[in-house]
Every structure is written in structure tokens, then in C-alpha cells.
């Protein structure tokens, strides 16, 4: 792995493998911070930025925000003293462009990733959560309506917070993003091999089980 104190991972898969869910979890249990791109345009939607409103007509499509804005933005975050000592990254990087930079960021951190976790889940089952997909508005949490229900419908069980069903989880932008991310996304699984970084974790079963897998997968990569 990298620098002894840090510890930066990627969490790579597709839209709707869990890589949110997953990244919240490590983040309590590994006490460092969650960096999801995808959250950082949503907030900076809600707060009505000009990266905000930038992002909006890229997403809404399904498309990827240019790769430019978004490193520039993750680079931001990532100089953020709460990030000092690693980060988990969710939804980055999604191109080799993005990888590349993330690399040389890193490095001028003095240091590195420490493993790339890849959640391998087929198509089917990626469609299937992202329907059933809902969102806190409040505090973020994921739930699902038959894998991870609330324990009252549309009320989060932290915060009591309203659940919402993202905008871009349209049948048509669920599609879209899949394909998007076949061709972009899916070609850093060889990149990531071929530097030694990559650990596939099977994304098919429940959300425990999952993590069980990326602990250990965690773990091992810090031998
Ligand atoms: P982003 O927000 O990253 O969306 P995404 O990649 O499409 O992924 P999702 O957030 O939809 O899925 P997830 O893997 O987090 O799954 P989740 O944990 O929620 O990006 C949105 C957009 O922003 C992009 O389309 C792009 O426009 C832009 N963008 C973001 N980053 C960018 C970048 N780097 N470059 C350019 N553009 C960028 O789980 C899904 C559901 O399944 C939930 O309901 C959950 O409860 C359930 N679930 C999770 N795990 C399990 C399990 N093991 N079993 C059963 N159910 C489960
Ligand atoms: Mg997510
Ligand atoms: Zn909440």
C-alpha cells in the first residue's frame, strides 16, 4: 500500500452496484471521510452554484460531467484537512483522464491509493436497485424498498428525514448511465489490473455480506 498513515480506496462499479451504501459504512468503520462526486454536484445543485447548475444538464441525461470540472472539484475536496488521512472515493474516477489526474494528485499528497474495490454486479440486478432506490434528503442514507426498506415508508430511520427518488433514476437515465458506464467507467478494471491496485468483490449478495467481503479485501491490501 501507500504512505503508511494514509489510506485513499476507490470504490469502482456501476450505477446502482451499492457503491454509496457500501462507502458510508466503511467510512463510520474506517473513520475516514466519504467522497462521492456524484454527492458533491448534488450539493452544490441544492445550493444553486454555477458547478451545480453545469452538472445538472449532464446528469440528468446520464452523461459524465467533463472530465476538467470534476477533477478540479475532487482536487478541492481532496485538499481538505479532513481527507489528510485518506478518503474513500465513491463515482471517482470514471475515465482514465480522471485516473490519471488522481494519480498525480496523490502523489503531490505524497502519497497513493492504497487498493481499487471493484463491486462486480450483473445488469439486471443493477436496474432492479436503482428503482427501488430512496434517498434521505437530510443525512444521505440509502434505502431500498424490498432489499433495505425504512421502518416507516418514506421517513429515514437516523434522522427522520423525507425520502426522495433521485432524478436521475428514470427508466431512460438508468439505461443511459449503464451504457455510459460500459465504455468509460468498465475500461478501469484493466487499468487498475494492470497496476496491481484491482480487488473484485462479488456486489450480487446482501449489503452485509458485501462489506464482510470489502473488509477483508481491505485488509489484505494493507499487508
Ligand atoms: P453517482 O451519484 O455516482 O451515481 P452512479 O454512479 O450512477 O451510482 P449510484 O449512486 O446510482 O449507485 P451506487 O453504486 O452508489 O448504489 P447505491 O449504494 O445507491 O453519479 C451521478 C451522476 O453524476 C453521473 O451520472 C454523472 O452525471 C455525474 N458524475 C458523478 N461522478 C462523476 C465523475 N467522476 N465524472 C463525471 N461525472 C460524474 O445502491 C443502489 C440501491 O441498491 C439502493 O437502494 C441500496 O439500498 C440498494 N443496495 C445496495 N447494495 C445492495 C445489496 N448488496 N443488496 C441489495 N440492495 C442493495
Ligand atoms: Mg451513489
Ligand atoms: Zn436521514
Avoid at 51 to 74: C, F, H, I, N, Q
Avoid at 193 to 205: A, K, S
Wanted: glycine content about 12%; charged content about 25%; overall charge negative.
Amino acid at each position: 500500500m501507500g504512505n503508511m498513515n494514509t489510506l485513499y480506496l476507490v470504490l469502482l462499479g456501476g450505477p446502482g452496484a451499492g457503491k454509496g451504501t457500501q462507502a458510508d459504512r466503511l467510512a463510520e468503520h474506517l473513520g475516514i471521510p466519504h467522497v462521492s462526486t456524484g454527492d458533491l454536484f448534488r450539493d452544490n445543485l441544492k445550493r444553486q452554484t454555477e458547478l451545480g447548475l453545469l452538472a445538472k444538464g449532464y446528469m440528468d441525461r446520464g452523461e459524465l460531467v467533463p472530465d476538467e470540472v470534476t477533477v478540479s472539484m475532487l482536487r478541492q475536496r481532496l485538499l481538505q484537512p479532513d481527507c489528510a488521512g485518506g478518503a474513500i472515493l465513491d463515482g471517482f474516477p470514471r475515465t482514465e483522464a480522471q485516473a490519471d489526474a488522481l494519480e498525480q494528485l496523490l502523489a503531490d499528497l505524497g502519497s497513493r491509493l492504497a487498493a481499487v474495490l471493484y463491486i462486480k454486479v450483473p445488469d439486471d440486478i443493477l436496474l432492479a436497485r436503482l428503482s427501488g432506490r430512496w434517498t434521505c434528503k437530510a443525512c444521505g442514507t440509502m434505502y431500498h424498498q424490498l432489499y433495505s426498506p425504512p421502518q416507516q415508508a418514506g421517513v429515514c430511520d437516523k434522522c427522520g428525514g423525507e425520502l426522495y427518488q433521485r432524478p436521475d433514476d428514470t427508466p431512460a437515465t438508468q439505461e443511459r448511465r449503464i451504457k455510459v458506464y460500459l465504455a468509460e467507467t468498465a475500461p478501469l478494471i484493466g487499468y487498475y489490473g494492470n497496476r496491481g491496485l484491482l480487488v473484485e468483490v462479488d456486489g450480487r449478495p446482501g449489503i452485509e455480506e458485501v462489506q464482510d467481503q470489502l473488509l477483508a479485501a481491505i485488509e489484505a491490501s494493507a499487508q
